[in-house]
């Protein structure tokens, strides 16, 4: 069976300093990958979603990045990080060249700056 | 472009009254719709997906929708509430055009009444 693993599950950190979240994906080859931001009341927002190795999307512009340097590996990093940052983080994966099939989550990262 | 909207960002109901939570969506293709529930600080589960076979959607836990395309809606029901059912509860759509990507409504939190 497929799983998917994000960690770490909280963080805090302060502004201006660094972020590297990491998701990887078990049982399953060539997923597509999403990183998606819940801030309070604001519902999901997409942030990034790649359908292959080295090949990023991004959805809104922001102070984030992603890489998949893996085929089951996808991180959200940032080089310095905004109060604005703060928020839920969760990883998704859904299988490739299937349009209508749902997507399935990770436990979130819950990302306070200070 | 597609979008979500979810009537009703909380929605309360006493133990054993019937739920009903509403999702009407904009699609300019067939649309694929899904709800999915997210209890306190976790990853979100799928509840069930409409992908254009039968227009009544049963899933998990009692829950139901029914695809209404002369309504753009997909509403979510149960027949009577248990108080475990309190969570947030998320509509959403994708379509063909979309290589997979979920796009979600704001989400309602739902309340159960001893």
């Known amino acids: 069976s497929q799983t998917i693993h994000q960690w770490p599950a909280t963080l805090v950190q302060p502004v201006g300093s660094p972020l590297s979240l990491e998701c990887t994906v078990e049982?399953?080859?060539?997923?597509?990958l999403y990183w998606y931001r819940q801030a309070a009341g604001r519902g999901l927002q997409l942030l990034f979603y790649s359908v292959g190795i080295g090949q990023i999307s991004s959805e809104v512009p922001q102070n984030l990045s992603a890489s998949r340097p893996q085929d089951r590996q996808f991180i959200l990093s940032s080089k310095k990080l905004l109060l604005s940052d703060s928020g839920f983080y969760l990883c998704?994966?859904?299988?490739?060249?299937?349009?209508?099939?749902?997507?399935?989550f990770g436990q979130g990262t819950r990302l306070t700056v200070v | 472009a597609q979008s979500v909207t979810q009537l009703g960002s909380h929605v309360s109901v006493s133990e054993g009254a019937l739920v009903l939570l509403r999702c009407n969506y904009s699609?300019?293709?067939?649309?694929?719709l899904f709800w999915y529930v997210q209890y306190p600080n976790q990853g979100l589960q799928l509840l069930l997906k409409y992908t254009s076979a039968a227009t009544l959607v049963k899933g998990i836990n009692g829950f139901e929708a029914e695809f209404k395309k002369s309504e753009t809606s997909f509403h979510l029901t149960k027949p009577s509430a248990h108080m475990s059912d309190a969570a947030e509860y998320f509509c959403?759509?994708?379509?063909?055009?979309?290589?997979?990507?979920?796009?979600f409504g704001q989400g309602t939190e739902l309340s159960v009444k001893p």
């Open positions: 998704a994966w859904s299988r490739t060249g299937a349009m209508n099939t749902e997507a399935f």
């Open positions: 959403a759509v994708t379509g063909n055009n979309q290589g997979g990507k979920l796009i």
């Open positions: 049982g399953t080859s060539n997923p597509n």
């Open positions: 699609s300019s293709v067939p649309p694929y």
